[in-house]
Every structure is written in C-alpha cells, then in structure tokens.
Nanobody, 122 residues
C-alpha cells in the first residue's frame, strides 16, 4: 500500500515535547516533493500545521504553533519530522503527514498516512 506512515505520538504533559516522524511505505518520498503535517480532532476540521517545500526547504507554520514546532527532513533517510516543543492541551489531536508538489494554496496533498495520536494532558 502506498502511503506515508507516522510515528512518535503519545501522551505528554503540558510544556513537554514530542518529535513525530513520517516515512514512506511502498513508494519513494522524493527529495523535491513537499511534505506537510496536519492535525484533526473529532470536533474540528483537519488543519495544516506545517509544510516544508521540496527543493528550497522553505517552512511555513500555523500561527498557533509558530515558534514551538519545527518541521524538517532527513534527505538521506527520506523521513519528515515535526519537532513539537511547549505542547499545550489545545495541541491534542491526531497528526497526519502527506506529500505534495509544493506548499500553499492550490497544491493537493496525497499519500496520506493513518495518523499518530498526540495527547497533551496533566
């Protein structure tokens, strides 16, 4: 099955950190493709958290995570990461990764993973 596979979620206390990983299964996540992280709860629509362009590695973030989250990529291993610091209860969600030809409006994300749960609670 062609998809991206997320890992690294878990339960963390407010103020804590987690690093999510996203690896390709059944295909090659090419270095020139953009990678994005999204999140969704049962009560909210899916929202884009961060996106990293392919060639130029330009990152963009949701306002509420700017300065706390960092998206990056290991080109040698073709893994996309999301480092999350100072996590807050409102960050609780299922996090997904996906690939696209670029970041921004007009680009369609594909190869969606099944998600990894992040729960921030004391």
């Amino acid at each position: 099955q062609v998809q991206l596979v997320e890992s690294g979620g878990g339960l963390v206390q407010p103020g804590g950190s987690l690093t999510l990983s996203c690896e390709a299964s059944g295909f090659t996540f090419e270095y020139y493709e953009a990678g994005g992280w999204f999140r969704q709860t049962p009560d909210t629509d899916r929202e884009e958290v961060a996106c990293l362009t392919g060639l130029q590695r330009t990152a963009g973030y949701l306002d509420s995570v700017e300065g706390r989250f960092t998206i990056s990529r290991d080109d040698a291993r073709n893994i996309l990461y999301l480092k999350m610091n100072d996590l807050q209860p409102e960050d609780t969600a299922t996090y997904y990764c996906a690939s696209a030809w670029g970041c921004g409006e007009g680009f369609v994300f594909h190869n969606w993973g099944r998600g990894t749960q992040v729960t921030v609670s004391s």
